[in-house]
C-alpha cells in the first residue's frame, strides 16, 4: 500500500543486504539487443524516409509534420541509399521481432509481469510517486521491483513497440495485409504513425538514460550483471 | 544455452549494424550480401505467405483519382517509338504458341479496368486507373509449356526489364496497360504498353513494353539486381 506506509526516513538508506538478483539473464540480453536493433531501424528509417519525407497521397493535403522534407543527417542514416536502408531495416526486423517476442514470453512465463504491467490499481501509488518527485512528500512511497511511474512508463514503451510493429507491416504489406493498414486509417497515415513511434522511442531512450545516471546508477549494472547494490530496495 | 550462443551471434551482428550507422554504410562487402540473403527470405514470405493468387486489391472510385501520378525512365530522353505502327509485343520463350501482337490486337482480347493505389518504393502513393489486357488472357492463348515458372518483361526504355514469379503475374488485377484515366497510355506512363497490378511496388512494372518472355530460371531485373526486392508484393 504505497499511499498509506508510514513515512520512513527519506531518502531510502543504501541497501545493506549487500546484491540482490534482479534481472534474469533472457532480460537482460534482450534488454541490450532491442537497444541496438531498434537504433539500427531507426538510423535505416532515416534512410528511408529520406526518398519520401512526407506524409500524404501526392496531391496532398499532408499531414502535419515538423519534418517535411527534412534532410537527416548522413551519420544519422544507415544504408547509404534507398535500397541499402530498406535491406537493412527489413533484415533487423527479424531479430527485433524475436527480441521482443521473447521478452515478452519471459515476462509471462515467470510472472514477472505483474511488477512492470500498470493497472488501474497503480494509480493511486503514482499520484503518490509523483507528489514525492514535485517535493510534495518527504519520503519515497514504498514500492516493488519498480515504481508506478516506472511501470507506467514500461508498459506504455512496450505498447508503443507493438504498435511500430503493427503499423510497420500496414506499410510493408498494405494490399496483403489491408485489414491492418485500414486499422492505422490508410497506408501514408499508417507511415504517419510509424514516424512518430521513431519520436517517441527517441524520447524515451533519452528520458530513460537521464533517469538512470541522475536516480539511479546502479541500475545499469545491474542491466549488465543481473545484480542490483542500490538504494532502491525491493519491497515485493 | 544454444539459445544464447545464438543471441550472442545475433547481438554482435545487430550491435555492428547499429555502431556503424554513423557513416551512411551499405553493410559493405561482408555485410551486404548477408543482407540481400535476409531480402531473398523476406521475398520467399512475400511470395509464399503473404500473396494470395486470388486475393484483389482493393479499387477506389474514380473521383479519388490523384491529379498528378509522378512518372520516370531510365533513359535520358523519354523513350518514344519512331514508328507506333509497325510495334509489336513479343510472346515468346517457354510456350507452344509464340505471338506477336499489335495494338490493335490487343484491344480485341479481354479487358479489364480498375481505379487502385499505385505503391512506389519511395514511400509515396497515388490512385489511378488502368485499361488494359490481363496477363493471364495472354498465357491462355499462347499456350503455355508445363515448365514455364517465371516471366521476363523488356522494354524499349535502355534495357529496363523486370522478372516475375509466375503467380504473381496470373494474378487477376496484373495487365498490361494501354489506357490510364480513361485515355490512351501516355508516353510518360510507358506508351505504347506498360505492365501493371496493385500487388507489387511500382518499379516491378516495366513501362515501354517490346517482350513477354516465360522462362524456367528466375529473371533479375534493372532496380533488383542493384539490391531493391525482387518480388516486391505490397
Redesign the interface.
Known amino acids: 500500500m504505497p499511499g498509506s506506509a508510514p513515512p520512513v526516513a527519506p531518502p531510502p538508506p543504501p541497501s545493506t543486504a549487500g546484491a540482490v538478483k534482479r534481472h534474469h ?1 533472457l532480460v537482460r ?1 534482450t534488454h ?2 532491442t537497444f ?2 531498434v ?2 531501424m531507426i ?2 528509417g532515416l ?3 529520406a ?2 519525407a512526407k506524409f500524404g ?3 496532398g493535403p499532408y499531414y502535419v509534420n515538423p519534418f517535411d522534407d527534412t534532410a537527416f543527417p ?11 536502408g ?3 531495416h ?3 526486423m ?3 521481432i ?2 521482443g517476442v521473447l521478452y515478452l514470453g519471459y515476462l509471462v512465463a515467470s510472472g514477472e509481469w505483474r511488477s512492470l504491467l500498470f493497472r488501474p490499481g497503480d494509480l493511486r501509488g503514482a499520484i503518490e510517486m509523483q507528489k514525492y518527485y514535485l517535493r510534495l512528500r518527504k519520503d519515497h512511497p514504498r514500492q516493488g521491483k519498480h515504481n508506478p511511474l516506472q511501470k507506467l512508463a514500461y508498459t506504455f514503451i512496450i505498447v508503443v513497440g507493438a504498435l511500430a510493429v503493427l503499423s510497420g507491416f500496414a506499410i ?7 485489414w491492418l493498414t485500414s486499422v492505422f486509417g490508410g ?2 497515415a499508417a ?1 504517419y504513425w510509424h514516424f512518430w513511434t521513431v519520436w517517441i522511442f527517441t524520447g524515451f531512450l533519452i528520458v530513460h538514460v537521464v533517469l538512470v545516471f541522475v536516480v539511479d546508477p546502479a541500475s545499469l549494472r545491474a542491466m549488465i550483471s543481473g545484480r542490483y547494490r542500490g538504494r532502491f530496495p525491493s519491497h515485493d | 544455452m544454444t539459445d ?1 550462443r545464438a ?2 551471434r ?2 554482435a ?3 555492428t ?2 555502431l ?8 559493405g562487402n561482408a555485410v ?1 550480401p ?3 540473403d ?2 531473398r527470405l ?1 521475398d520467399w514470405v ?1 511470395e509464399k505467405i ?3 493468387p486470388r ?1 484483389l ?2 479499387e477506389y472510385p474514380i473521383t479519388e483519382r ?5 512518372s520516370y525512365f531510365i533513359s535520358r530522353e523519354m523513350p518514344l517509338l519512331q514508328n507506333p505502327n509497325s510495334w509489336r509485343l513479343q510472346v515468346g520463350g517457354l510456350v507452344r504458341r509464340p505471338l506477336a501482337l499489335s495494338l490493335d490486337d490487343l484491344q480485341t482480347l479481354p479487358r479489364t479496368t480498375y481505379t487502385v ?1 499505385h ?9 489511378a486507373t488502368w485499361h488494359g489486357v490481363p496477363v493471364s488472357a495472354i498465357a491462355e492463348r499462347c499456350e503455355l509449356l508445363p515448365q514455364a515458372r517465371y516471366v521476363r518483361f523488356d522494354s524499349f526504355d535502355s534495357g529496363y526489364s523486370n522478372g516475375w514469379d509466375l503467380a504473381s503475374a496470373m494474378h487477376p488485377q496484373t495487365m498490361l496497360a494501354y489506357g490510364m484515366n480513361d485515355n490512351p497510355l501516355p508516353p510518360t506512363h510507358g506508351a505504347p504498353l506498360r505492365l501493371y497490378s ?2 507489387k511496388l511500382g518499379y516491378k512494372m516495366t513501362k515501354y513494353l517490346v517482350s513477354v518472355t516465360f522462362t524456367a530460371e528466375r529473371p533479375g531485373g534493372y ?1 533488383e539486381d ?4 525482387w518480388f516486391a ?2
Open positions: 539473464w540480453l541490450w539487443l541496438l536493433l537504433v539500427g538510423t535505416s534512410q528511408i524516409y526518398a519520401y497521397e501526392r496531391d548522413q551519420w544519422s542514416r544507415l544504408g547509404g541509399w534507398l535500397a541499402g530498406l535491406n537493412w527489413f533484415a533487423l527479424w531479430p527485433l524475436v527480441a510493408y504489406k498494405p494490399t496483403q495485409l489491408s497506408f501514408q507511415r | 544464447r543471441f550472442l545475433l547481438l551482428g545487430g550491435g549494424a547499429s556503424v550507422a554513423a557513416c551512411g554504410w551499405d553493410g551486404r548477408l543482407l540481400l535476409v531480402s523476406n512475400g503473404l500473396f494470395s486475393r486489391a482493393r490523384t491529379a498528378r501520378l509522378p493505389k505503391h512506389c518504393v519511395e514511400g509515396w502513393s497515388a490512385i496493385p500487388t532496380w542493384q539490391g531493391y526486392p508484393g505490397v
